[in-house]
């Protein structure tokens, strides 16, 4: 296997997974805590789609290391973390504190933080929204935050550099 990947939700993994079976590789997907004895046969790729984008931190935090593991057994050599590109989460924030315990969990200090999946349409633009599409009922997504900013969204301490220019709420 040559990606090992998580998603807060079943669909940023279903969206995920759909993008890499377009380019072509063979891609699982398991919905929650995969099984360490299933048979993933020649996947390329394994999605792991959990529901903890509106959980507390330290539960989706749980969740997301025992996925790594049993994905880091199966033999991933790169890993993902695929977190909502309307960037919802709690307003205590688990993004953060999800992708910094993957970070340990990899013996990482090195990660991309990109919240779009511009196959989607979803893009940002210097950490505002620059498409955010409502769901088909007219709302946003459950959890959605009324606070475009991505800051705010990764949680208290999340190991990522604000610009000096950071204002609480600006965009």
């Known amino acids: 296997m040559f990606i090992g990947a998580i ?22 997907q ?13 996947a390329e790729a394994v999605v792991v789609s959990l529901k903890s984008r509106t959980i507390p931190a330290q539960e989706a935090v749980t969740m997301s290391l025992a996925s790594a593991r049993v994905l880091r057994e ?19 924030g688990n993004i953060g504190p999800v992708a910094d315990a ?35 009922f007219g709302k946003q997504h459950e959890g959605s935050s009324a606070d475009p900013d991505a800051r705010s969204k990764l949680g208290p301490g999340a190991r990522i550099p604000k610009p000096k220019h950071y204002q609480p709420g600006s965009a």
């Open 74 to 92: 199966w033999g991933a050599r790169q890993f993902l973390f695929k977190y909502c590109s309307t960037f919802d989460s709690t307003d205590q």
């Open 102 to 136: 993957l970070m340990d969990f990899l013996e990482t200090n090195r990660n991309h933080r990109v919240p779009c999946l511009s196959c989607n349409g979803t893009y940002r633009l210097s950490w505002a929204p620059f498409h955010r599409r409502p769901t088909a």
């Open 30 to 42: 398991v919905i929650g805590v995969p099984d360490p004895d299933l048979d993933f046969a020649d």
């Open 7 to 28: 998603a807060d939700d079943l669909t940023g993994a279903t969206d995920l997974s759909l993008t890499l079976a377009r380019e072509g590789m063979k891609v699982l």
